[in-house]
């Protein structure tokens, strides 16, 4: 396991690229989000996916979200409307994962079989510039292990994976991040959308986008 120490308000471009890198060879990494921080690979790489719920003593009934480049990333992979899409250029980027019907594209693993998709864009510049040079989806689900609780601190989290060290390719090292709750889930696809967690953005900011978009009267 490798340990790389980043400037999250400046990230340096050869070290986001060796991030990339290591993603793109199906590798397992620890990277810092707007929120806590996430533990990813290359979304469409079943083995690579398979290690993470492997890493963290997941249940593979349990779906895991990922992290799109942009818009067009997001219509690659899930289904959406016009109202949805005018929803989605509001809302993001931001601490808010969104639960949408996938396209087949994407591989069952990754959604336990469901056949819904949870989907963010954190509003933070490393996630953003290492999306920029991958052409697929990240997984992200909190770097923590199963049933332990999640952090924006690497020590706490590199403590948790102590047993699991040697199945980290790399570990990207922003320090402590700045306090934070995991993201709200906003799921879109019942007739009317449903929280399923509350978490930085609130109900109130998010029905009043909700209504702007079309979604709900």
């Known amino acids: 396991m490798k340990i790389l120490k980043i400037n999250p308000d400046n990230p340096e471009k050869e070290k986001v690229d060796a ?5 793109k060879k199906g590798g397992i990494v620890v990277y810092p989000t707007d929120t806590v ?25 349990k779906p895991l979200s990922v992290i799109a480049k942009d818009l067009k990333m997001i ?18 980027p931001g601490r808010i994962t969104l639960v949408l019907y996938k396209k087949s594209i994407v591989p069952d693993i990754l959604t336990g079989g469901s056949s819904k998709i949870g989907i963010r864009i954190p509003n933070y510049k490393f996630t953003q510039f ?4 991958l052409n697929f989806p990240l997984v992200t689900t909190s ?26 390719d790399l570990v990207v090292d922003a320090g402590r991040l700045p306090k934070s709750q995991p993201s709200t889930v906003l799921d ?6 449903k929280i399923l967690r509350v978490g930085p953005v609130k109900k109130d900011e998010l029905w009043s986008i909700l209504k702007k978009a079309g979604l709900i009267s």
């Open 75 to 92: 219509e690659n992979i899930a289904v959406i409307n016009e109202k949805i899409q005018k929803f989605l250029k509001i809302i993001l």
């Open 37 to 61: 921080y996430g533990l990813g690979t290359d979304a469409f790489n079943e083995r690579a996916v398979e290690k993470i719920f492997q890493i963290k003593g997941r249940d593979f009934r």
């Open 19 to 23: 991030v990339a890198d290591i993603i």
């Open 130 to 133: 290492l999306m920029q040079r």
């Open 188 to 193: 879109l696809t019942f007739s009317e959308p």
């Open 143 to 168: 770097a923590n292990v199963s049933t332990r609780p999640v952090s924006g601190d690497i020590r706490d989290v590199l403590d948790q994976f102590k047993k699991e060290r040697d199945k980290l």
